[in-house]
């Protein structure tokens, strides 16, 4: 008698067919095979500056560590500036206190009207300056514009700096996946679809992205196109700079 596979064997066979009929078309098409290269990068780079020239006070992170946006990094010497904030906030409360002191006057309009303009001239050029000096230290301190990693920092405390860069910044999470296609893939890949990354050593095992930009200028002389698929990197448990192989 001729046995007939059991329902449940039945139904896995059914699921293996559809499963490896979903996956055909991507290799069928030739995406995979026009794939030229892939690698993981990181999401921003930045070689970092001071916004004003001067020496180095003190250097607050390492190499290697990670920071949040707005934290500072590097501080550099403002004794002086510091020396023009008090004053100017000196400045700023005298004469505000000054039109406090004449405010009954002024609005019972015992002041001529130029002895008013310029009481509250005089308190808002004084609260003027001392935000001008206050905004002046501020840019003695270098804050991260960015959550990432320090790739390198290029100096040391009494070190003078000018327009040279004092760290290098990378963003990991999220990481872009770099692709390079030949031209016999183009079209077949589309912004938002799913992309699987199969990881290279050391972390070996594959991760879901989205595929975020199709290069619409395709490379005259190697006949490729370029294409970034966008990878969650939560905790930073993927490094940038490994290789890897995209599905789609």
Do not use: H
């Amino acid at each position: 008698m001729k046995r007939f596979p059991a329902p449940a064997a039945l139904l896995g066979a059914m699921l293996a067919f559809a499963s490896a009929a979903a996956f055909a078309p991507a290799w069928a098409d030739g995406i995979g095979d026009a794939q030229v290269s892939c690698v993981v990068l990181p999401s921003q780079q930045i070689n970092l500056s001071s916004a004003v020239p001067g020496i180095v006070r003190a250097v607050l992170v390492e190499r290697g560590e990670q920071v949040r946006k707005g934290e500072p990094l590097l501080k550099l010497i403002a004794d002086v500036e510091n020396a023009e904030v008090d004053l100017a906030r000196t400045k700023a409360g005298l004469a505000k206190r000054k039109l406090d002191r004449n405010r009954d006057v002024i609005q019972k309009r015992l002041l001529s009207d130029m002895e008013r303009d310029q009481l509250e001239t005089d308190s808002a050029v004084a609260q003027q300056e001392y935000e001008v000096a206050r905004r002046t230290v501020s840019q003695k301190a270098t804050v991260s514009p960015i959550d990432g990693i320090v790739v390198s920092r290029k100096v040391e405390p009494g070190q003078y700096v000018g327009t040279d860069a004092v760290f290098e910044l990378a963003s990991l999470d999220p990481l872009y996946v770099e692709l390079v296609f030949r031209v016999a893939a183009y079209g077949k890949i589309k912004p938002g679809m799913a992309a699987s990354i199969a990881l290279g050593p050391p972390v070996g095992s594959s991760r879901d992205g989205k595929v975020a930009i199709v290069d619409k200028v395709i490379d005259a002389s190697s006949q490729t196109f370029r294409v970034r698929v966008r990878l969650p990197n939560p905790g930073l448990q993927i490094p940038s700079g490994i290789g890897c192989k995209a599905n789609f």
